[in-house]
């Protein structure tokens, strides 16, 4: 029953935004947490964004804080993911996943505690 759909992904300018979106079927998102990851080619999945599931503490590597921004709308059941300032190597399969019920607000939980995840959708940077 539980389904999770990533969209919004595109080909886009070097120095140009996007907004993905993930909307989750199924259940409620008030209470759970929820993450974004990216893969590159031939490399692992790696975290980009997590939020807790009240929406109040976003998340984010130091690598990405500034430039992205994670957020929920858990009446209408979506997440979204605001990229900014992107750049080719941004260039990756981006995922949403359903993550636990409880996040700390400090750090984003192992990806072995998201259960439900997305088929993802490509960004690509290129001019």
């Known amino acids: 029953q539980v389904q999770v759909v990533e969209s919004g992904g595109g080909l886009v300018q070097p120095g140009g935004s996007l907004n993905l979106s993930c909307t989750a079927s199924?259940?409620?998102?008030?209470?759970?947490?929820m993450g974004w990851f990216r893969q590159f080619p031939g490399k692992e999945r790696e975290a980009v964004a997590c939020?807790?599931?009240?929406?109040?503490?976003?998340t984010y590597p130091a690598s990405l804080a500034g430039r992205f921004f994670i957020s929920k709308d858990n009446d209408k059941s979506i997440l979204y993911l605001q990229m900014n300032s992107l750049e080719p190597e941004d260039t990756a399969m981006y995922y949403c996943?359903?993550?636990?019920?409880?996040?700390?607000?400090?750090?984003?939980?192992?990806?072995?505690?998201?259960?439900?995840w997305g088929q993802g959708t490509q960004v690509t940077v290129s001019s």
């Open positions: 939020i807790s599931g009240n929406g109040m503490f976003p």
């Open positions: 199924g259940l409620t998102l008030r209470d759970i947490a």
């Open positions: 996943a359903i993550g636990p019920g409880y996040f700390n607000g400090r750090d984003c939980p192992d990806q072995s505690e998201y259960s439900y």
